[in-house]
């Protein structure tokens, strides 16, 4: 078509050339040509046939006058379907867009883990080489904590998107900072790990458990049991439920939280949580090896805080054999060797106990150089065993010399130089020097007390303050001190026992029964085996003149305490029975612990005196008066005068019931000098003198009775 014609037509339909062109391209054009094939077959046969082709043309379906394709054919159907095409095509370009972003970010991430990747290990080995010289000195642990903070900061800044990496530098500085005794920087950071591993992870998850289990640790440190306790039976019970029992993160949260129990004084429930976690490593990790040492380790210490010093022993050379054969763990031996002496040093056993510590020294002088702080700790070990063997003045220098250098070294808070100074202060109270002893004791007991009042470390230098108190006989200062930590809330708590017993002996010195009577029956309570207590119960009662409940002890402990086999405790519990007549035990039972007593104890001539009085006493009050001035009069030769005021007593008594007077009468006068008022301080022996004023008040009332008492038995006596 010419030029001129090509626009004519293009006007007369109200276009333009190029777009008629474009317009009547394709379908149009195989229509048009078909029509005009000079071949009748090719043709359309019909008139008809050409207008359903234009009508296909028209609705956009495939022409018959083209080639079918299939990409033709697509094209009509998009071209039939475009809303449908066009809402697909954005739905596949968003699909395309969201792919590209999602392939950078991950691009990104994975750049951020292999940078973590390479940063982490690096940073860890420099942290972890900041732990090896923590204890260098104090200026550099004021530098170390420095660092520490600053790389806290950093972590808390840069890694806030990388909750994982933040959680995993979180939970490694925070035991650096325990390293340094920073305690609440250390829980700080144990509680941003904890929340991190909450949101990454779920609450139940193993992740979650192993935060607990460290933030368990810190606490523990830091002397929170209670809170401690707690994230420790969290991080238990979510591993028990995860893993089962025989687990190694299973055994780690037994030992963790029977640590705390040991350090709560629940030794029962302690026990069998670490000697399960001992079996479960032992199955998972059998011959050498460094969980099943520290199993051992644990289950030592708490044979110690019993004073089943035999098993803390035998445990304690086990721990030893174990680490002597872990390569490259000569710390661990050494640390071994300490708690092995400290065992064999309360058996008795002083050579085992020198030896051990002197190996562990020579451990330590081979692996650390002249003056490092572990050395010196050695020392102070070496003076604290030189107390225990008597030799005082030696271990006065060598202490001092061990707590100048710690000084120096670590700073006056360090927990090796405050240890060295609860030693010290012993040996001062031991020299006699009680002035100078308070003092180093009020000053340890500061430092433990910035872990709070109720740690194992501050309840020690608590009593021993308060010991150290009464010595010098500033009672009032005692007792303010110790209704500073007795509170109410506290004295519920059996880790209170030492304390409460040194509030029971102050009141008892004063001659204040019933406030004695109630700390002595709460200590029957947290120490239902230990006789001690069942006897200054019994004691208190009678001066607080409540019978019933007397009557009530007296039928319950002879049994509780029948098969023993120390005489102290046997004539202890036969007296408790034994101060009122009619006291509702059984006699019989009474006697034979009064006869085992002096059984047992014949060749004990510091406690013979007592035991046969304590006899004298149980045949007066089945009536053997003859038997009960026998055994009076051989009490009556020994040293002890509260021995000898018991035998007195009884001695007075039963030459009354035999019609002897005149005897008894003089008996009696050979009692007056401890049957005067109550002093203002009746010393350690207060609750001997208790018991031989209340034999001498019975026998002074029986003595002025007019009446003539018979020889006859009986059992009101």
């Given at each position: 078509?010419?030029?001129?014609?090509?626009?004519?037509?293009?006007?007369?339909?109200?276009?333009?050339?190029?777009?008629?062109?474009?317009?009547?391209?394709?379908?149009?054009?195989?229509?048009?040509?078909?029509?005009?094939?000079?071949?009748?077959?090719?043709?359309?046969?019909?008139?008809?046939?050409?207008?359903?082709?234009?009508?296909?043309?028209?609705?956009?379906?495939?022409?018959?006058?083209?080639?079918?394709?299939?990409?033709?054919?697509?094209?009509?159907?998009?071209?039939?379907?475009?809303?449908?095409?066009?809402?697909?095509?954005?739905?596949?370009?968003?699909?395309?867009?969201?792919?590209?972003?999602?392939?950078?970010?991950?691009?990104?991430?994975?750049?951020?883990?292999?940078?973590?990747?390479?940063?982490?290990?690096?940073?860890?080995?420099?942290?972890?080489?900041?732990?090896?010289?923590?204890?260098?000195?104090?200026?550099?642990?004021?530098?170390?904590?420095?660092?520490?903070?600053?790389?806290?900061?950093?972590?808390?800044?840069?890694?806030?998107?990388?909750?994982?990496?933040?959680?995993?530098?979180?939970?490694?500085?925070?035991?650096?900072?325990?390293?340094?005794?920073?305690?609440?920087?250390?829980?700080?950071?144990?509680?941003?790990?904890?929340?991190?591993?909450?949101?990454?992870?779920?609450?139940?998850?193993?992740?979650?458990?192993?935060?607990?289990?460290?933030?368990?640790?810190?606490?523990?440190?830091?002397?929170?049991?209670?809170?401690?306790?707690?994230?420790?039976?969290?991080?238990?019970?979510?591993?028990?439920?995860?893993?089962?029992?025989?687990?190694?993160?299973?055994?780690?949260?037994?030992?963790?939280?029977?640590?705390?129990?040991?350090?709560?004084?629940?030794?029962?429930?302690?026990?069998?949580?670490?000697?399960?976690?001992?079996?479960?490593?032992?199955?998972?990790?059998?011959?050498?090896?460094?969980?099943?040492?520290?199993?051992?380790?644990?289950?030592?210490?708490?044979?110690?805080?019993?004073?089943?010093?035999?098993?803390?022993?035998?445990?304690?050379?086990?721990?030893?054999?174990?680490?002597?054969?872990?390569?490259?763990?000569?710390?661990?031996?050494?640390?071994?060797?300490?708690?092995?002496?400290?065992?064999?040093?309360?058996?008795?056993?002083?050579?085992?106990?020198?030896?051990?510590?002197?190996?562990?020294?020579?451990?330590?002088?081979?692996?650390?150089?002249?003056?490092?702080?572990?050395?010196?700790?050695?020392?102070?070990?070496?003076?604290?065993?030189?107390?225990?063997?008597?030799?005082?003045?030696?271990?006065?220098?060598?202490?001092?010399?061990?707590?100048?250098?710690?000084?120096?070294?670590?700073?006056?808070?360090?927990?090796?130089?405050?240890?060295?100074?609860?030693?010290?202060?012993?040996?001062?109270?031991?020299?006699?020097?009680?002035?100078?002893?308070?003092?180093?004791?009020?000053?340890?007991?500061?430092?433990?007390?910035?872990?709070?009042?109720?740690?194992?470390?501050?309840?020690?230098?608590?009593?021993?303050?308060?010991?150290?108190?009464?010595?010098?006989?500033?009672?009032?200062?005692?007792?303010?001190?110790?209704?500073?930590?007795?509170?109410?809330?506290?004295?519920?708590?059996?880790?209170?026992?030492?304390?409460?017993?040194?509030?029971?002996?102050?009141?008892?010195?004063?001659?204040?029964?019933?406030?004695?009577?109630?700390?002595?029956?709460?200590?029957?309570?947290?120490?239902?085996?230990?006789?001690?207590?069942?006897?200054?119960?019994?004691?208190?009662?009678?001066?607080?003149?409540?019978?019933?409940?007397?009557?009530?002890?007296?039928?319950?402990?002879?049994?509780?305490?029948?098969?023993?086999?120390?005489?102290?405790?046997?004539?202890?519990?036969?007296?408790?029975?034994?101060?009122?007549?009619?006291?509702?035990?059984?006699?019989?039972?009474?006697?034979?612990?009064?006869?085992?007593?002096?059984?047992?104890?014949?060749?004990?001539?510091?406690?013979?005196?007592?035991?046969?009085?304590?006899?004298?006493?149980?045949?007066?009050?089945?009536?053997?008066?003859?038997?009960?001035?026998?055994?009076?009069?051989?009490?009556?030769?020994?040293?002890?005068?509260?021995?000898?005021?018991?035998?007195?007593?009884?001695?007075?008594?039963?030459?009354?019931?035999?019609?002897?007077?005149?005897?008894?009468?003089?008996?009696?006068?050979?009692?007056?000098?401890?049957?005067?008022?109550?002093?203002?301080?009746?010393?350690?022996?207060?609750?001997?003198w208790l018991v031989a004023r209340i034999l001498l008040d019975e026998a002074t009332e029986l003595i002025a009775?007019?009446?003539?008492?018979?020889?006859?038995?009986?059992?009101?006596?």
């Amino acid at each position: 078509m010419a030029e001129a014609d090509l626009t004519t037509a293009a006007q007369q339909r109200r276009s333009e050339p190029p777009r008629l062109i474009h317009s009547i391209r394709g379908d149009l054009d195989w229509i048009a040509m078909r029509a005009l094939e000079k071949d009748r077959t090719r043709r359309y046969e019909t008139a008809n046939d050409l207008a359903l082709d234009v009508k296909r043309f028209l609705e956009n379906e495939p022409v018959s006058a083209r080639p079918p394709s299939r990409l033709y054919k697509f094209q009509k159907t998009v071209q039939r379907n475009k809303l449908l095409f066009l809402g697909i095509s954005v739905i596949v370009v968003v699909l395309v867009i969201s792919l590209i972003i999602l392939l950078t970010l991950l691009a990104k991430e994975r750049q951020a883990r292999h940078r973590s990747q390479l940063v982490t290990p690096l940073l860890e080995d420099m942290l972890k080489g900041v732990g090896d010289s923590v204890a260098w000195g104090a200026d550099i642990r004021i530098k170390l904590q420095d660092i520490l903070d600053r790389a806290t900061k950093r972590v808390r800044t840069e890694l806030r998107d990388q909750p994982a990496v933040e959680a995993h530098l979180c939970g490694l500085i925070a035991n650096l900072y325990l390293d340094i005794g920073k305690y609440d920087e250390a829980e700080k950071l144990d509680r941003i790990a904890l929340t991190n591993e909450w949101k990454m992870y779920g609450r139940n998850s193993a992740e979650a458990a192993a935060s607990l289990y460290h933030l368990g640790k810190t606490l523990w440190k830091k002397g929170d049991l209670r809170n401690a306790e707690e994230a420790h039976r969290k991080a238990l019970s979510i591993r028990q439920r995860l893993f089962g029992t025989n687990h190694a993160d299973v055994a780690a949260s037994l030992c963790g939280l029977g640590s705390v129990y040991d350090n709560q004084w629940r030794q029962k429930e302690a026990e069998p949580l670490l000697r399960q976690a001992l079996e479960i490593r032992r199955q998972l990790f059998p011959g050498n090896n460094l969980e099943v040492a520290e199993s051992l380790q644990s289950l030592a210490l708490l044979f110690q805080s019993e004073g089943r010093w035999p098993e803390a022993e035998a445990t304690a050379r086990e721990f030893v054999e174990m680490c002597r054969h872990i390569p490259g763990r000569e710390d661990r031996v050494a640390a071994a060797l300490e708690d092995l002496a400290v065992a064999a040093g309360f058996n008795g056993k002083r050579d085992v106990q020198e030896a051990a510590h002197k190996e562990a020294f020579a451990i330590k002088r081979q692996m650390l150089p002249e003056g490092h702080p572990y050395v010196v700790k050695s020392i102070s070990n070496l003076g604290e065993i030189l107390r225990l063997q008597g030799n005082l003045t030696e271990a006065h220098a060598v202490l001092k010399t061990a707590i100048s250098i710690q000084r120096k070294l670590l700073g006056d808070d360090y927990p090796d130089t405050v240890s060295s100074l609860g030693s010290f202060g012993q040996v001062l109270e031991s020299e006699g020097n009680l002035a100078d002893a308070e003092v180093i004791y009020r000053e340890a007991l500061a430092s433990w007390r910035r872990s709070g009042d109720h740690n194992p470390q501050s309840l020690w230098g608590w009593g021993q303050l308060c010991h150290v108190l009464v010595a010098q006989r500033k009672y009032r200062e005692a007792e303010q001190l110790l209704a500073e930590v007795l509170t109410p809330a506290f004295v519920t708590n059996r880790a209170c026992s030492d304390l409460l017993g040194r509030r029971l002996d102050l009141m008892g010195r004063e001659g204040r029964w019933k406030e004695a009577a109630v700390d002595a029956a709460t200590l029957m309570q947290f120490q239902p085996t230990d006789y001690y207590w069942s006897y200054n119960v019994a004691t208190l009662l009678v001066m607080t003149h409540d019978r019933s409940a007397y009557e009530q002890l007296c039928r319950r402990i002879p049994a509780a305490f029948a098969e023993t086999t120390n005489p102290y405790i046997a004539q202890r519990i036969a007296e408790s029975c034994l101060l009122l007549p009619n006291s509702g035990a059984d006699l019989q039972l009474v006697d034979r612990l009064a006869t085992r007593a002096v059984t047992l104890g014949s060749g004990d001539g510091g406690g013979i005196g007592y035991f046969q009085a304590c006899k004298a006493l149980s045949e007066y009050r089945e009536g053997s008066f003859p038997e009960a001035v026998e055994w009076a009069e051989k009490a009556l030769k020994n040293s002890e005068v509260f021995a000898r005021a018991k035998g007195c007593a009884v001695l007075a008594m039963a030459q009354w019931r035999l019609g002897l007077k005149d005897a008894a009468r003089a008996t009696l006068k050979l009692a007056q000098d401890i049957s005067s008022n109550q002093a203002v301080d009746l010393g350690d022996g207060w609750i001997n003198w208790l018991v031989a004023r209340i034999l001498l008040d019975e026998a002074t009332e029986l003595i002025a009775d007019k009446s003539t008492p018979g020889a006859k038995s009986n059992n009101q006596h």
